[in-house]
Protein backbone atom coordinates (compact mmCIF):
# COMPACT_ATOMS: atom_id res chain seq x y z
CA UNK A 1 0.00 0.00 0.00
CA UNK A 2 1.64 3.73 -0.88
CA UNK A 3 0.04 4.93 2.50
CA UNK A 4 1.57 2.85 4.53
CA UNK A 5 5.01 2.79 2.63
CA UNK A 6 4.86 6.47 2.61
CA UNK A 7 3.87 6.48 6.87
CA UNK A 8 7.01 4.22 7.44
CA UNK A 9 8.95 6.59 5.16
CA UNK A 10 8.02 9.58 7.15
CA UNK A 11 9.08 7.87 10.01
CA UNK A 12 12.27 6.67 8.61
CA UNK A 13 13.20 10.39 8.26
CA UNK A 14 11.91 11.76 11.34
CA UNK A 15 13.64 9.15 13.02
CA UNK A 16 16.96 10.20 11.17
CA UNK A 17 17.50 7.54 9.01
CA UNK A 18 20.10 7.98 6.75
CA UNK A 19 18.32 6.38 3.43
CA UNK A 20 15.40 7.89 4.15
CA UNK A 21 15.72 10.95 2.62
CA UNK A 22 17.03 9.70 -0.10
CA UNK A 23 14.27 7.06 -0.63
CA UNK A 24 11.37 9.80 -0.60
CA UNK A 25 13.31 11.66 -3.16
CA UNK A 26 13.95 8.68 -4.97
CA UNK A 27 10.16 8.34 -5.01
CA UNK A 28 8.62 11.72 -5.80
CA UNK A 29 11.64 13.71 -7.76
CA UNK A 30 10.39 12.56 -11.30
CA UNK A 31 6.77 13.60 -10.67
CA UNK A 32 7.37 16.72 -8.92
CA UNK A 33 10.01 17.47 -11.65
CA UNK A 34 7.65 16.32 -14.29
CA UNK A 35 4.58 18.77 -12.88
CA UNK A 36 7.03 21.58 -12.58
CA UNK A 37 8.50 21.25 -15.66
CA UNK A 38 5.09 21.15 -17.30
CA UNK A 39 4.08 24.31 -15.74
CA UNK A 40 6.78 26.11 -15.26
CA UNK A 41 8.18 24.89 -19.18
CA UNK A 42 11.95 25.64 -18.56
CA UNK A 43 14.36 22.99 -17.40
CA UNK A 44 16.29 25.51 -15.07
CA UNK A 45 13.25 26.07 -13.33
CA UNK A 46 11.63 22.92 -12.77
CA UNK A 47 15.02 22.17 -11.11
CA UNK A 48 14.64 25.24 -8.82
CA UNK A 49 10.98 24.19 -7.76
CA UNK A 50 12.28 20.73 -7.68
CA UNK A 51 14.63 21.62 -5.27
CA UNK A 52 12.61 23.84 -3.28
CA UNK A 53 9.40 21.45 -2.57
CA UNK A 54 11.86 18.89 -1.40
CA UNK A 55 13.60 21.27 0.82
CA UNK A 56 10.51 22.25 2.02
CA UNK A 57 8.79 19.03 2.37
CA UNK A 58 11.57 17.55 4.55
CA UNK A 59 11.87 20.53 6.91
CA UNK A 60 7.97 19.98 7.13
CA UNK A 61 8.74 16.19 8.14
CA UNK A 62 11.91 16.99 10.14
CA UNK A 63 9.83 19.30 12.27
CA UNK A 64 6.79 17.01 12.47
CA UNK A 65 4.35 19.56 10.25
CA UNK A 66 3.12 17.05 8.36
CA UNK A 67 -0.53 16.47 9.75
CA UNK A 68 -1.43 12.58 7.76
CA UNK A 69 1.76 10.90 6.67
CA UNK A 70 -0.07 8.75 5.07
CA UNK A 71 -0.75 11.73 2.26
CA UNK A 72 2.61 12.12 1.61
CA UNK A 73 2.08 12.24 -1.67
CA UNK A 74 -0.99 15.21 -1.66
CA UNK A 75 1.48 16.38 0.68
CA UNK A 76 4.30 17.10 -2.24
CA UNK A 77 1.96 17.97 -4.75
CA UNK A 78 0.45 20.79 -2.97
CA UNK A 79 4.15 22.02 -1.51
CA UNK A 80 5.05 21.82 -5.42
CA UNK A 81 2.32 23.70 -6.37
CA UNK A 82 2.92 26.48 -3.78
CA UNK A 83 6.41 26.63 -5.05
CA UNK A 84 5.53 26.74 -9.00
CA UNK A 85 2.74 29.78 -7.63
CA UNK A 86 5.60 31.80 -6.07
CA UNK A 87 7.55 31.30 -9.18
CA UNK A 88 4.49 32.86 -11.60
CA UNK A 89 4.26 35.55 -9.02
CA UNK A 90 8.25 36.35 -9.66
CA UNK A 91 7.87 35.86 -12.96
CA UNK A 92 5.12 38.56 -13.37
CA UNK A 93 6.54 40.81 -10.82
CA UNK A 94 10.01 40.60 -13.10
CA UNK A 95 7.68 41.11 -16.39
CA UNK A 96 6.38 44.03 -14.92
CA UNK A 97 9.96 45.77 -13.94
CA UNK A 98 11.65 44.56 -16.91
CA UNK A 99 11.87 46.60 -20.50
CA UNK A 100 9.68 45.25 -22.89
CA UNK A 101 13.42 44.82 -25.16
CA UNK A 102 14.90 42.44 -22.07
CA UNK A 103 11.50 40.90 -21.08
CA UNK A 104 12.61 36.85 -21.64
CA UNK A 105 11.91 34.96 -24.59
CA UNK A 106 8.58 32.86 -24.53
CA UNK A 107 8.10 29.50 -23.50
CA UNK A 108 8.03 26.63 -26.02
CA UNK A 109 4.92 24.62 -25.62
CA UNK A 110 5.04 21.93 -22.72
CA UNK A 111 5.73 18.85 -25.84
CA UNK A 112 8.90 20.02 -27.21
CA UNK A 113 10.38 19.66 -23.86
CA UNK A 114 9.84 16.08 -23.55
CA UNK A 115 11.16 15.87 -27.22
CA UNK A 116 14.27 14.19 -27.75
CA UNK A 117 16.25 12.26 -30.05
CA UNK A 118 15.47 8.43 -28.35
CA UNK A 119 11.76 9.72 -28.75
CA UNK A 120 12.18 10.89 -32.19
CA UNK A 121 13.71 6.99 -33.11
CA UNK A 122 11.10 5.78 -31.47
CA UNK A 123 8.11 7.47 -33.21
CA UNK A 124 9.88 6.44 -36.22
CA UNK A 125 10.10 3.20 -35.62
CA UNK A 126 6.86 3.20 -34.57
CA UNK A 127 5.87 4.97 -37.72
CA UNK A 128 7.17 2.42 -39.72
CA UNK A 129 5.22 -0.06 -38.97
CA UNK A 130 1.62 1.98 -39.00
CA UNK A 131 -0.91 1.63 -42.38
CA UNK A 132 -0.43 4.79 -44.59
CA UNK A 133 -4.10 5.23 -43.19
CA UNK A 134 -3.23 4.92 -39.05
CA UNK A 135 -0.20 7.52 -40.17
CA UNK A 136 -3.21 10.69 -41.44
CA UNK A 137 -5.36 9.49 -38.38
CA UNK A 138 -2.12 10.19 -35.59
CA UNK A 139 -1.68 13.10 -37.76
CA UNK A 140 -5.06 14.40 -37.86
CA UNK A 141 -5.18 13.46 -34.43
CA UNK A 142 -2.30 14.60 -32.26
CA UNK A 143 -0.85 17.53 -34.82
CA UNK A 144 -4.15 19.14 -35.98
CA UNK A 145 -6.20 18.21 -32.95
CA UNK A 146 -9.75 17.16 -34.83
CA UNK A 147 -12.39 15.90 -33.34
CA UNK A 148 -12.91 12.06 -33.51
CA UNK A 149 -16.04 11.69 -35.60
CA UNK A 150 -13.98 13.89 -37.93
CA UNK A 151 -10.97 11.90 -37.92
CA UNK A 152 -13.22 8.83 -38.88
CA UNK A 153 -15.13 10.60 -41.57
CA UNK A 154 -11.82 11.26 -43.47
CA UNK A 155 -9.94 8.32 -42.86
CA UNK A 156 -13.05 6.51 -43.42
CA UNK A 157 -13.29 4.22 -40.11
CA UNK A 158 -15.34 3.74 -37.55
CA UNK A 159 -14.92 6.78 -34.64
CA UNK A 160 -14.23 3.46 -31.99
CA UNK A 161 -11.85 2.49 -34.41
CA UNK A 162 -9.69 5.75 -33.94
CA UNK A 163 -9.27 5.06 -29.82
CA UNK A 164 -7.47 1.02 -30.84
CA UNK A 165 -5.20 2.83 -33.38
CA UNK A 166 -3.52 5.16 -30.96
CA UNK A 167 -3.74 2.61 -28.00
CA UNK A 168 -1.87 0.53 -30.26
CA UNK A 169 0.99 3.06 -31.66
CA UNK A 170 1.38 3.93 -28.24
CA UNK A 171 1.76 0.36 -27.11
CA UNK A 172 4.41 0.09 -29.98
CA UNK A 173 6.23 3.50 -28.80
CA UNK A 174 6.47 2.37 -25.67
CA UNK A 175 7.98 -0.75 -26.34
CA UNK A 176 10.67 1.03 -28.82
CA UNK A 177 10.57 3.26 -26.33
CA UNK A 178 11.95 1.37 -23.41
CA UNK A 179 14.45 -0.57 -25.54
CA UNK A 180 16.35 2.33 -26.52
CA UNK A 181 15.56 4.21 -23.15
CA UNK A 182 17.77 0.99 -21.55
CA UNK A 183 20.38 1.32 -24.06
CA UNK A 184 21.21 4.82 -23.51
CA UNK A 185 20.20 5.74 -19.84
CA UNK A 186 22.94 6.58 -18.23
CA UNK A 187 23.35 9.70 -20.39
CA UNK A 188 19.54 10.93 -20.67
CA UNK A 189 18.63 10.34 -16.77
CA UNK A 190 19.03 14.01 -16.24
CA UNK A 191 17.50 15.41 -18.85
CA UNK A 192 14.34 12.99 -18.28
CA UNK A 193 13.74 12.70 -14.78
CA UNK A 194 16.39 15.43 -13.07
CA UNK A 195 17.24 13.47 -10.31
CA UNK A 196 20.10 11.85 -10.58
CA UNK A 197 22.65 15.62 -10.86
CA UNK A 198 20.38 17.41 -8.22
CA UNK A 199 20.85 17.71 -3.96
CA UNK A 200 18.28 18.82 -1.58
CA UNK B 1 -10.28 4.83 -10.38
CA UNK B 2 -8.05 3.30 -13.08
CA UNK B 3 -11.05 2.06 -14.93
CA UNK B 4 -12.45 5.47 -15.20
CA UNK B 5 -8.95 6.53 -16.31
CA UNK B 6 -8.51 4.48 -19.15
CA UNK B 7 -12.28 4.56 -20.04
CA UNK B 8 -12.30 8.51 -20.53
CA UNK B 9 -8.75 8.94 -21.77
CA UNK B 10 -7.53 10.79 -18.92
CA UNK B 11 -3.79 10.41 -19.17
CA UNK B 12 -4.10 11.67 -23.07
CA UNK B 13 -6.68 14.53 -22.38
CA UNK B 14 -4.28 15.83 -19.27
CA UNK B 15 -1.16 15.61 -21.78
CA UNK B 16 -3.19 17.38 -24.29
CA UNK B 17 -4.52 19.56 -21.30
CA UNK B 18 -8.10 18.87 -22.47
CA UNK B 19 -9.07 18.26 -19.06
CA UNK B 20 -11.15 20.72 -16.38
CA UNK B 21 -9.23 22.06 -13.82
CA UNK B 22 -10.92 19.83 -11.11
CA UNK B 23 -10.14 16.86 -13.46
CA UNK B 24 -6.69 18.02 -13.97
CA UNK B 25 -6.05 18.59 -9.70
CA UNK B 26 -7.76 15.17 -9.40
CA UNK B 27 -5.44 13.15 -11.64
CA UNK B 28 -2.28 14.99 -10.42
CA UNK B 29 -3.36 14.05 -6.81
CA UNK B 30 -3.78 10.07 -8.29
CA UNK B 31 -0.40 9.81 -10.14
CA UNK B 32 1.88 11.42 -7.20
CA UNK B 33 0.63 8.43 -5.44
CA UNK B 34 0.53 6.07 -8.50
CA UNK B 35 3.25 4.41 -9.86
CA UNK B 36 2.16 2.83 -12.74
CA UNK B 37 -0.19 6.01 -13.91
CA UNK B 38 2.85 8.19 -13.88
CA UNK B 39 5.41 5.69 -16.07
CA UNK B 40 2.21 5.55 -18.25
CA UNK B 41 1.75 9.81 -18.25
CA UNK B 42 5.76 9.96 -19.37
CA UNK B 43 5.58 7.77 -22.25
CA UNK B 44 2.23 9.23 -23.30
CA UNK B 45 4.03 12.90 -22.92
CA UNK B 46 6.54 11.48 -25.11
CA UNK B 47 4.57 9.79 -27.69
CA UNK B 48 2.51 12.83 -27.98
CA UNK B 49 5.62 15.16 -28.28
CA UNK B 50 6.83 12.33 -30.88
CA UNK B 51 3.88 12.45 -32.98
CA UNK B 52 3.61 16.16 -33.34
CA UNK B 53 6.89 16.53 -34.18
CA UNK B 54 6.67 13.73 -37.04
CA UNK B 55 3.62 15.72 -38.49
CA UNK B 56 5.60 18.62 -38.46
CA UNK B 57 8.11 17.09 -39.97
CA UNK B 58 5.88 15.73 -42.36
CA UNK B 59 6.43 11.63 -41.33
CA UNK B 60 2.89 10.72 -41.37
CA UNK B 61 1.87 12.37 -44.88
CA UNK B 62 0.54 15.33 -45.67
CA UNK B 63 -2.06 17.66 -43.97
CA UNK B 64 -5.61 17.69 -44.88
CA UNK B 65 -5.65 21.57 -45.07
CA UNK B 66 -2.01 20.76 -47.25
CA UNK B 67 -3.45 18.76 -49.42
CA UNK B 68 -6.53 21.15 -49.84
CA UNK B 69 -4.81 23.90 -50.69
CA UNK B 70 -2.17 22.66 -52.94
CA UNK B 71 -1.78 24.10 -56.11
CA UNK B 72 -0.16 20.97 -57.40
CA UNK B 73 -2.61 18.87 -56.55
CA UNK B 74 -5.12 21.42 -58.45
CA UNK B 75 -3.00 21.65 -61.04
CA UNK B 76 -3.50 17.73 -62.24
CA UNK B 77 -5.95 16.61 -60.72
CA UNK B 78 -8.75 19.38 -61.95
CA UNK B 79 -7.25 18.59 -65.62
CA UNK B 80 -7.30 15.12 -65.10
CA UNK B 81 -11.01 15.24 -64.02
CA UNK B 82 -12.03 17.12 -66.60
CA UNK B 83 -10.35 15.11 -69.11
CA UNK B 84 -11.61 12.54 -67.88
CA UNK B 85 -15.25 14.07 -67.90
CA UNK B 86 -14.41 14.99 -71.55
CA UNK B 87 -13.33 11.79 -72.93
CA UNK B 88 -16.61 10.06 -70.85
CA UNK B 89 -18.79 12.66 -73.10
CA UNK B 90 -16.67 11.99 -76.36
CA UNK B 91 -17.17 8.38 -75.75
CA UNK B 92 -20.73 8.46 -75.22
CA UNK B 93 -21.57 10.36 -78.04
CA UNK B 94 -19.88 8.15 -80.06
CA UNK B 95 -21.08 5.32 -78.36
CA UNK B 96 -24.50 6.78 -78.95
CA UNK B 97 -23.74 7.42 -82.84
CA UNK B 98 -22.71 4.17 -83.43
CA UNK B 99 -25.37 2.26 -81.50
CA UNK B 100 -28.16 4.72 -82.83
CA UNK B 101 -27.34 5.61 -86.19
CA UNK B 102 -24.49 3.55 -87.62
CA UNK B 103 -25.64 0.12 -85.81
CA UNK B 104 -28.77 0.04 -87.97
CA UNK B 105 -27.72 1.18 -91.42
CA UNK B 106 -24.59 -1.36 -91.05
CA UNK B 107 -27.40 -3.53 -90.27
CA UNK B 108 -29.65 -2.48 -93.51
CA UNK B 109 -26.20 -2.92 -95.34
CA UNK B 110 -26.07 -6.31 -93.96
CA UNK B 111 -29.11 -7.34 -94.87
CA UNK B 112 -28.90 -6.16 -98.22
CA UNK B 113 -25.47 -7.97 -98.83
CA UNK B 114 -26.76 -11.08 -97.40
CA UNK B 115 -30.44 -10.54 -100.02
CA UNK B 116 -27.67 -9.73 -103.03
CA UNK B 117 -25.61 -12.90 -101.65
CA UNK B 118 -28.73 -15.25 -101.48
CA UNK B 119 -29.54 -13.66 -104.85
CA UNK B 120 -26.42 -14.49 -106.98
CA UNK B 121 -26.21 -18.35 -104.96
CA UNK B 122 -29.52 -18.49 -106.53
CA UNK B 123 -28.57 -17.16 -109.78
CA UNK B 124 -25.48 -19.56 -109.70
CA UNK B 125 -27.68 -22.12 -109.05
CA UNK B 126 -29.82 -22.02 -112.20
CA UNK B 127 -27.09 -21.14 -114.59
CA UNK B 128 -25.07 -24.20 -112.53
CA UNK B 129 -28.23 -26.06 -113.68
CA UNK B 130 -28.66 -24.82 -117.05
CA UNK B 131 -25.13 -25.46 -117.65
CA UNK B 132 -25.34 -28.92 -116.50
CA UNK B 133 -28.47 -29.84 -118.29
CA UNK B 134 -26.63 -28.56 -121.60
CA UNK B 135 -23.77 -30.74 -121.13
CA UNK B 136 -25.88 -33.66 -120.75
CA UNK B 137 -27.00 -35.56 -123.25
CA UNK B 138 -30.70 -35.43 -124.15
CA UNK B 139 -32.62 -37.92 -125.81
CA UNK B 140 -35.92 -37.58 -127.72
CA UNK B 141 -35.29 -34.34 -128.85
CA UNK B 142 -38.51 -32.56 -130.12
CA UNK B 143 -38.01 -31.22 -133.84
CA UNK B 144 -39.91 -29.31 -136.27
CA UNK B 145 -39.80 -28.47 -139.54
CA UNK B 146 -40.99 -25.37 -140.45
CA UNK B 147 -42.96 -25.11 -143.45
CA UNK B 148 -43.32 -21.41 -144.17
CA UNK B 149 -46.64 -19.41 -144.97
CA UNK B 150 -48.29 -16.00 -145.37
CA UNK B 151 -51.60 -17.36 -145.12
CA UNK B 152 -52.81 -16.35 -141.34
CA UNK B 153 -55.93 -19.34 -141.96
CA UNK B 154 -53.32 -21.55 -143.03
CA UNK B 155 -53.16 -24.75 -140.15
CA UNK B 156 -49.42 -23.58 -138.15
CA UNK B 157 -46.49 -26.02 -137.57
CA UNK B 158 -47.34 -27.77 -134.56
CA UNK B 159 -44.80 -29.57 -132.41
CA UNK B 160 -45.90 -31.39 -129.27
CA UNK B 161 -42.96 -31.33 -126.18
CA UNK B 162 -42.47 -34.61 -124.31
CA UNK B 163 -42.40 -34.46 -121.03
CA UNK B 164 -38.62 -33.41 -119.92
CA UNK B 165 -37.34 -32.35 -123.04
CA UNK B 166 -35.13 -28.74 -122.65
CA UNK B 167 -34.57 -27.87 -125.87
CA UNK B 168 -36.67 -27.74 -129.42
CA UNK B 169 -34.76 -28.43 -132.79
CA UNK B 170 -35.89 -26.28 -135.93
CA UNK B 171 -34.92 -27.28 -139.12
CA UNK B 172 -35.43 -24.71 -141.53
CA UNK B 173 -35.09 -25.77 -145.45
CA UNK B 174 -33.38 -22.09 -147.09
CA UNK B 175 -34.95 -21.41 -150.51
CA UNK B 176 -31.57 -21.23 -152.64
CA UNK B 177 -30.26 -18.36 -153.27
CA UNK B 178 -27.02 -16.29 -152.82
CA UNK B 179 -27.79 -15.81 -148.85
CA UNK B 180 -24.56 -17.09 -146.96
CA UNK B 181 -25.96 -16.26 -143.67
CA UNK B 182 -29.21 -15.51 -141.67
CA UNK B 183 -31.21 -14.52 -138.66
CA UNK B 184 -33.91 -15.78 -137.07
CA UNK B 185 -36.55 -13.85 -135.17
CA UNK B 186 -39.02 -15.57 -132.51
CA UNK B 187 -41.45 -13.81 -131.54
CA UNK B 188 -44.73 -14.77 -129.15
CA UNK B 189 -48.21 -13.74 -130.58
CA UNK B 190 -48.76 -10.82 -128.89
CA UNK B 191 -45.26 -9.93 -130.73
CA UNK B 192 -43.40 -9.86 -127.76
CA UNK B 193 -39.59 -11.06 -128.91
CA UNK B 194 -38.83 -13.99 -127.48
CA UNK B 195 -34.70 -15.09 -129.04
CA UNK B 196 -32.86 -13.80 -132.19
CA UNK B 197 -30.34 -16.34 -133.29
CA UNK B 198 -27.85 -14.62 -135.60
CA UNK B 199 -25.07 -15.63 -138.31
CA UNK B 200 -27.14 -18.81 -139.29
CA UNK B 201 -25.33 -21.13 -141.58
CA UNK B 202 -26.72 -23.57 -143.88
CA UNK B 203 -25.39 -27.08 -143.07
CA UNK B 204 -24.56 -30.10 -145.44
CA UNK B 205 -28.08 -30.58 -146.08
CA UNK B 206 -28.74 -26.84 -147.43
CA UNK B 207 -31.11 -26.12 -144.52
CA UNK B 208 -30.63 -24.54 -141.43
CA UNK B 209 -30.97 -26.31 -137.81
CA UNK B 210 -31.58 -24.33 -135.00
CA UNK B 211 -31.95 -25.35 -131.00
CA UNK B 212 -34.13 -23.30 -128.86
CA UNK B 213 -34.45 -23.79 -125.06
CA UNK B 214 -37.73 -24.30 -124.16
CA UNK B 215 -37.82 -22.39 -120.75
CA UNK B 216 -38.28 -19.55 -123.13
CA UNK B 217 -41.14 -21.28 -125.11
CA UNK B 218 -44.15 -21.88 -123.18
CA UNK B 219 -46.88 -23.51 -124.69
CA UNK B 220 -48.71 -21.38 -127.50
CA UNK B 221 -48.21 -19.65 -130.58
CA UNK B 222 -45.47 -17.86 -132.11
CA UNK B 223 -44.54 -16.02 -135.32
CA UNK B 224 -40.83 -16.99 -136.64
CA UNK B 225 -39.36 -15.06 -139.34
CA UNK B 226 -36.12 -15.32 -141.16
CA UNK B 227 -34.38 -13.19 -142.65
CA UNK B 228 -30.92 -12.73 -144.78
CA UNK B 229 -28.02 -10.84 -142.83
CA UNK B 230 -25.04 -11.65 -145.84
CA UNK B 231 -25.15 -9.96 -148.17
CA UNK B 232 -27.05 -6.93 -147.55
CA UNK B 233 -29.48 -5.13 -146.92
CA UNK B 234 -31.19 -7.31 -144.55
CA UNK B 235 -34.41 -8.79 -145.87
CA UNK B 236 -36.99 -10.90 -144.99
CA UNK B 237 -36.92 -14.40 -146.57
CA UNK B 238 -39.40 -16.06 -145.11
CA UNK B 239 -42.20 -16.37 -142.29
CA UNK B 240 -43.23 -19.16 -140.48
CA UNK B 241 -45.97 -19.67 -137.57
CA UNK B 242 -45.41 -22.41 -135.09
CA UNK B 243 -47.97 -23.98 -132.32
CA UNK B 244 -46.07 -25.31 -129.39
CA UNK B 245 -48.23 -28.11 -127.13
CA UNK B 246 -47.48 -30.00 -123.81
CA UNK B 247 -48.72 -33.47 -123.48
Known sequence: MPAAADVELVASIQSGHSGAETALYEKYAAKVYYLALRESRLPHDAEDVRAETFLRVLQAIRGNHLRSPASLGSFILGTTRNVLHELFLRRRQASNSTQPENAEAPTPPHEELFLDSE?????????????????ALLRLHYYEELPTHEIARRVGIAPERVRLVKSRALKHFREVYKRLDKATAPKNLDTKRGSENTSI | ????????????????????????????????????????????????????????????????????????????????????????????????????????????????????????????????????????????????????????????????????????????????????????????????????????????????????????????????????QEPLPVTLLAEYRLRIRRP
Open chain 2, 1 to 228: MHQQIEDEEIIERYVRNQLAPEERKAFEEHYFTCEECFAKLEVTERFVAGVRDAGSRGLLGRSASEVASSPGWRAWMLPMVAASACAAVVFAAVTGWVFFFRMPELRQQLNQTAANLRAEQAARAILEQQIASINQAEANLPLVMLQATRDLQAAPNEVTIPYGAKHLVLWIDVPAGNSRSFRLQVDAADNRPVESLDNLQRNTYGALAVSLPLEALQPGDYRIRLFR
Open chain 1, 119 to 135: VQRAIERTIVRLKPRER
